[in-house]
């Protein structure tokens, strides 16, 4: 059975950046196919953030291009989120899944929150 | 504001059916058949119920079906339970990335 797990800080300062690392265990992440970010602010709805294939072929959302990078790490089975110069908006419950591409993510992480402020 | 179209709320009584719609455009509903459901409970991770428009995970009951035509795509699900009572979200690949929908509110009453 395939689980991911979350972890890094869970409050982060206005303009730096949130660093997340997506651990998987039972499944080799050389497998992939995709390995993806989505992200829920507090009562709001789903966004996705981006995906990579475990050969590093990254896909993001335009609206966070500029801003987000997502990297694989095979040697520790983890892939991880780094967004950068964050603000408030970027308070959100951050989830990591398994992407079977297309949008697919059928197996998720708990998901963690992360709080924006000073 | 998101790219794909949902209504906020549905709702149904327990044994009805329901059919949340999901509206894109040619560059993504329309132009690719990669549309995924998800199922989310308050304060849980989402749960993919349909992907690639039709197909279902293994455990997800055959009550939940998928469908698309021209640039919608349809979540149905049919003999409502109590625990369907949820919030549901469809995804879609588009043009170089992933367009979602602002989420739909079921309501068994």
């Known amino acids: 059975q395939v689980q991911l797990q979350e972890s890094g800080p869970g409050l982060v300062k206005p303009s730096e950046t949130l660093s997340l690392t997506c651990g998987i265990s039972?499944?080799?992440?050389?497998?992939?196919?995709?390995w993806g970010w989505v992200r829920q602010p507090p009562g709001k709805g789903l966004e996705w953030m981006g995906s990579?294939?475990?050969?590093?072929?990254?896909f993001y959302n335009p609206s966070l291009k500029s801003r987000v990078t997502i990297s694989v790490d095979t040697s520790k089975n983890q892939f991880s989120l780094r967004l950068t110069s964050v603000t408030a908006a970027d308070t959100a419950v951050y989830y990591c899944?398994?992407?079977?591409?297309?949008?697919?993510?059928?197996?998720w992480g708990q998901g963690t929150l992360v709080t924006v402020s000073s | 504001q998101s790219a794909l179209t949902q209504p906020r709320s549905v709702s149904g009584s327990p044994g009805q059916s329901v059919t949340i719609s999901c509206t894109g455009t040619?560059?993504?509903?329309?132009?690719?058949?990669?549309v995924s459901w998800y199922q989310q409970h308050p304060g849980k991770a989402p749960k993919l119920m349909i992907y690639?428009?039709?197909k279902r995970p293994s455990g997800v009951p055959d009550r939940f079906f998928g469908s698309k035509s021209g640039n919608t795509a349809s979540l149905t699900i049919s003999g409502l339970l109590p625990e369907d009572e949820a919030d549901y979200y469809c995804?879609?690949?588009?043009?170089?990335?992933?367009?979602f929908g602002g989420g739909t509110k079921l309501t068994v009453l």
């Open positions: 040619s560059s993504d509903v329309g132009g690719y058949n990669y």
């Open positions: 899944a398994r992407d079977l591409g297309g949008g697919s993510h059928d197996f």
């Open positions: 690639d428009v039709t």
């Open positions: 990579i294939s475990h050969s590093g072929n990254s």
């Open positions: 995804f879609s690949q588009a043009d170089g990335s992933v367009v």
């Open positions: 039972g499944y080799a992440i050389s497998s992939g196919p995709f």
